[in-house]
């Protein structure tokens, strides 16, 4: 058995992927796979609005919202977002590297005021009592930053649309979807596998723009066809709805959100603790998603010696982004606590070595 | 057994389905399904070189050109195509409703000369004689419109860089690909499962047009990349890759090409002679790919009742567009002359009965 810690794509519920196997094999009783079948029959049609439901069930979206799946990954959205909400101005938030292609992209479109940025210290850790210009469009955060460990765990109460990129934590907590305009994720972290992005949008924050938008760009198309405007991603959307069916049997994001709370403290307890570690990310800005930490001062030189003993005992993908360095532990909803468990076990026999 | 003439997604080889099913399970002796292993990770690096490798080989690719794998549809392409090429002006080729929509988008762009359109009489040939500005940047066509059942089987000889839609028909046939500036084709006909498109792009042909370009609608963030610029569609770039194989194993494209000129010759021979049938489309345009036919003059009334006999055949798909009526036949690379066989038998039973 391999224990996975990829930061995505990323583990998945067993469940989720051996539903989707059966699928390709024999597709809702049609005897023809998944991948076979027309995107149009009344089967794949009665999956998509299952998946849309789901979603809005599970995060309680209230009316007014359409959710969308769309191709092209949340790197697609960075524009989407820009092209459709940003006119004059627009406020963002650097909190990493997604943060800033974000607001590479908007700056094509308009003028963009970054509020705050955690540059300067590595991004390690999420800014703070920032002031908002009242005239942006909007105001767009990451609420995680997979790459250096930050998450934002509150939902932001501010006073302009507020539009978040939650591809690394989307589904790990309840949210106050009527707090955004829009709420988008690719689907590859916490979800689903890689191929799809799912989005949250409020129709009425629509058509706002005065440009024309190309029609795959334009968000009114998706929602106008139910994300049927082309042929969708079929196998990666069908795949996200078994993944939020095994959501809903933990107890929905409620039921998530207390594991992932355990998971996360159990394993910073055990960095905390360890004399060979120590935590990349200021307490009160770390991610339960995505746990980044490196060797100890005076151990900087075990960092390869610990990634080759973690290997040896089967844990992969916690090697750290080489722009943190050290290691990275992905602990997204798929995960198992007896694997955080697992890998404090091999930590602390790491430790007793030396 | 069911009998798949679906026009897209669309009958995949078995092997290609049974193989990705198997990386589903444990992707190349990782221990991890393709669906949770980083696309960063060495396994799936491979397999997506290999890809690229595979459509150059099969197509012999000349140097210079780079083969991308990209999320978001043909339709997406149709916006990046006018994004990257076109300056001032471009020509393009109505052959039916997917030219059309990729005209749509090349009008935001700039000035869009329509060569030739075959709209007079609902799409049923293709158009010919026509002249080509010399002044245009390139030239789009349509190379099989899956709608109408129409094809164009030749490379066409122009002055002007040469653009390929070949969703429906990429991979059927050889192509002297150094005729062309680009193809691109939705791969959920002749390739693979929804959720991918492949481009072959000339390298020369890029950076000529003066606007800033979105870094996700720029082919030479792609190119520079290796596809890999953010997460891309795994499940979907490895399916085609084993559908490739599959394709290789069967001749290449100048094997395929045997059988779909014998497959298609067999259909249209049976919708020639049989009384209660008419083909859709003038000789000399008709497609390989989708055989559209309508009932004879005198039995306009049996439409209804020949959808439900095949349909009690097993036979799936086979309901003609609305925009044509009548029925169509998908019958992609991976369906086996057999199957047009049965389809023929079909057709010669309900002849009996009436």
Same mark, same amino acid.
């Given at each position: 058995?391999?224990?996975?810690?990829?930061?995505?794509?990323?583990?998945? @519920?067993?469940?989720?992927?051996?539903?989707?196997?059966?699928?390709?094999?024999?597709?809702?009783?049609?005897?023809?796979?998944?991948?076979?079948?027309?995107?149009?029959?009344?089967?794949? =049609?009665?999956?998509?609005?299952?998946?849309?439901? !789901?979603?809005?069930?599970?995060?309680?979206?209230?009316?007014?919202?359409?959710?969308?799946?769309?191709?092209?990954?949340?790197?697609?959205?960075?524009?989407?977002?820009?092209?459709?909400?940003?006119?004059?101005?627009?406020?963002?938030?650097?909190?990493?590297?997604?943060?800033?292609?974000?607001?590479?992209?908007? *700056?094509?479109?308009?003028?963009?005021?970054?509020?705050?940025?955690?540059?300067?210290?590595?991004?390690?850790?999420?800014?703070?009592?920032?002031? %908002?210009?009242?005239?942006?469009?909007?105001?767009?955060?990451?609420?995680? &930053?997979?790459?250096?460990?930050?998450? /934002?765990?509150?939902?932001? =109460?501010?006073? /302009?649309?507020?539009?978040?990129?939650?591809?690394?934590?989307?589904?790990?907590?309840?949210? =106050?979807?009527? *707090?955004?305009?829009? /709420?988008?994720?690719?689907?590859?972290?916490?979800?689903? @596998?890689?191929?799809?992005?799912?989005?949250? $949008?409020? +129709?009425?924050?629509?058509?706002?723009?005065?440009?024309?938008?190309?029609?795959?760009?334009?968000?009114?198309?998706?929602?106008?066809?139910?994300?049927?405007?082309?042929? @969708?991603?079929?196998?990666?959307?069908?795949?996200?709805?078994?993944?939020?069916?095994?959501?809903?049997?933990?107890?929905?994001?409620?039921? %998530?959100?207390?594991?992932?709370?355990? +998971?996360?403290?159990?394993?910073?307890?055990?960095?905390?603790?360890?004399?060979?570690?120590?935590?990349?990310?200021?307490?009160?800005?770390?991610?339960?998603? &995505?746990?980044?930490?490196?060797? &100890?001062?005076?151990?900087?030189?075990?960092?390869?010696?610990?990634?080759?003993?973690? !290997?040896?005992?089967? %844990?992969?993908? $916690?090697?750290?982004?080489?722009?943190?360095?050290?290691?990275?532990?992905?602990?997204?909803?798929?995960? @198992?606590?007896?694997?955080?468990?697992?890998? $404090?076990?091999?930590?602390?026999?790491?430790?007793?070595?030396?």
């Amino acid at each position: 058995m391999k224990y996975n810690f990829y930061a995505g794509p990323a583990i998945l @519920p067993k469940e989720a992927i051996d539903n989707s196997i059966e699928a390709i094999k024999n597709f809702a009783g049609t005897g023809l796979s998944l991948l076979e079948i027309s995107h149009r029959s009344k089967e794949f =049609d009665a999956a998509m609005l299952d998946a849309q439901a !789901t979603v809005k069930r599970l995060l309680n979206v209230p009316d007014g919202y359409e959710v969308l799946f769309l191709g092209g990954g949340a790197s697609t959205q960075f524009l989407m977002v820009a092209y459709n909400f940003l006119e004059k101005k627009a406020a963002y938030l650097d909190t990493g590297a997604w943060a800033s292609k974000a607001i590479k992209e908007a *700056k094509l479109f308009g003028e963009v005021a970054v509020v705050a940025s955690s540059k300067d210290k590595n991004y390690s850790y999420i800014p703070k009592g920032f002031s %908002i210009p009242d005239d942006a469009d909007y105001l767009h955060i990451t609420t995680n &930053n997979t790459i250096y460990g930050t998450e /934002i765990l509150e939902d932001f =109460d501010v006073n /302009i649309p507020l539009i978040a990129d939650m591809s690394s934590d989307f589904m790990s907590r309840p949210v =106050d979807v009527s *707090k955004y305009d829009m /709420i988008y994720a690719g689907a590859q972290k916490n979800v689903g @596998p890689a191929g799809t992005s799912v989005i949250i $949008i409020k +129709k009425d924050a629509l058509g706002k723009v005065s440009r024309t938008l190309p029609t795959m760009m334009n968000y009114q198309t998706h929602i106008d066809k139910g994300s049927m405007f082309n042929t @969708p991603p079929v196998y990666a959307v069908y795949t996200v709805l078994q993944t939020l069916k095994w959501l809903e049997k933990q107890g929905g994001v409620e039921g %998530i959100e207390k594991v992932n709370i355990e +998971k996360a403290d159990l394993l910073y307890g055990e960095i905390e603790r360890n004399k060979l570690f120590v935590p990349t990310v200021e307490p009160g800005s770390r991610s339960r998603m &995505n746990v980044c930490f490196v060797m &100890n001062e005076n151990y900087k030189d075990l960092d390869k010696e610990f990634l080759d003993f973690a !290997t040896s005992k089967d %844990i992969m993908g $916690i090697k750290g982004h080489r722009s943190v360095g050290g290691f990275r532990a992905s602990i997204y909803n798929a995960l @198992p606590k007896s694997s955080i468990e697992y890998l $404090i076990g091999v930590m602390q026999e790491f430790e007793k070595k030396h």
